[in-house]
DNA sequence: GGAAGTTGATTGACTAGTCAAGCAATAATC
DNA sequence: GATTATTGCTTGACTAGTCAATCAACTTCC
């Protein structure tokens, strides 16, 4: 039944599939045999588009991580002023559709990975420079010099609830109470300031 | 050159070349035959002190948490306040001899690990627990109610701070910064109380 | 007829774990 | 004090299994 135009579709599922199976399994026993039953095709044929098993696994990061990017985009976007910035920023980094079992996994693997895949570090290190970014834009204008220290703490404090989480299999990710703890901790670097 | 009573050390070695090994190959390359040749001895050897591989690999997260318990212990103990009591157990945890590549590696891995070995997740329950416990008895008598919040808090960035460490291979590992940004978020909890 | 899509079967590399045998130090026996 | 037995220690070689990647062939569409 091949049907042309199906490339953008395959990958696509190949993509998503990788995701599930990497939430499900906890990472390590991902293959690209089961990757592939997974998206209702054969292992070879996930070869055939991607040609070696990282670049799926790469591929599905990029996919989480512009998926991030566009919520933080999107938060940021309706916020009014700095203070704003900064709890759009931590908000968008729990919003349910992130703070999920697989996705939560995966960036464990991430992580993992990032050992000894220089790309996979180098995504993950455009991200993390990115999150530095946003916390200070919000912060430096009301804290001055503390930003640096303030940027820091909040970005530990979502990598630390993050990996917390993978922990708890079972229990369900609460992204209000993840949200709580940081924003707690933003309102005591900014205090009752503007 | 078979001389008796080499249990103990051989063991001892293989838990130590263990973590040496996990530290270096970022924790997924460790293989039986590569412990036991950082060793100096065959992979067969290996399997007649340990069983199976998971066992060496539990020993060595044993010998780590055990190490960092009597630390913790250590820390306590020369503490005079319930403030002094919470600081160290946030000195002891980013204390140079735990917050190095190898053990830093070996934490990544304890939490992959747990995935999957219902053991390693229970080992990591029980560390989990105790940190808290260990801050909630400091931080209660003296914030009452908001101490579940910053246990929960504390215990976040000291875990998010080891895992960006882990992303940082190359740049060694700063202690003095890793208790700053953790010291500084006790301090806004706690603020001038005595 | 060619191009795009797809797969079952195969290959080659790697790994955990087993096994039988060998070696050195101690203990028992005379 | 010398011979022998026992025990603990150690290994090379092997088994059985897994997995990424490749290949040759088959199918449907244009």
Request: net charge positive; hydrophobic share 45%.
């Amino acid at each position: 039944m091949p049907r042309i135009g199906m490339k953008p579709i395959r990958r696509a599922s190949l993509v998503e599939a990788a995701i599930a199976e990497i939430g499900d399994s906890g990472s390590l026993n991902v293959t690209v045999s089961r990757i592939a039953q997974r998206a209702g095709v054969s292992s070879a044929l996930a070869h055939h588009y991607f040609g070696t098993k990282e670049s799926i696994l790469l591929s599905a990061m990029r996919h989480i991580l512009s998926v991030y990017s566009a919520d933080v985009r999107a938060a940021l976007a309706g916020a009014a002023d700095h203070r704003g910035r900064v709890e759009a920023v931590v908000r968008a980094s729990f919003a349910p559709e992130q703070f999920r079992p697989a996705v939560i996994s995966a960036w464990l693997m991430f992580y993992v990975g990032a050992q000894r895949s220089p790309e996979t570090a180098r995504l993950l290190a455009i991200y993390k420079r990115r999150l530095r970014s946003n916390l200070l834009a919000g912060l430096r204008p009301l804290v001055g010099r503390e930003a640096e220290l303030a940027a820091e703490g909040v970005a530990a404090l979502i990598d630390g609830l993050y990996i917390r989480q993978s922990l708890a299999r079972g229990a369900p990710p609460d992204s209000a109470e993840a949200t709580a703890v940081v924003l707690d901790y933003v309102n005591r670097v900014l205090g009752s300031r503007p």
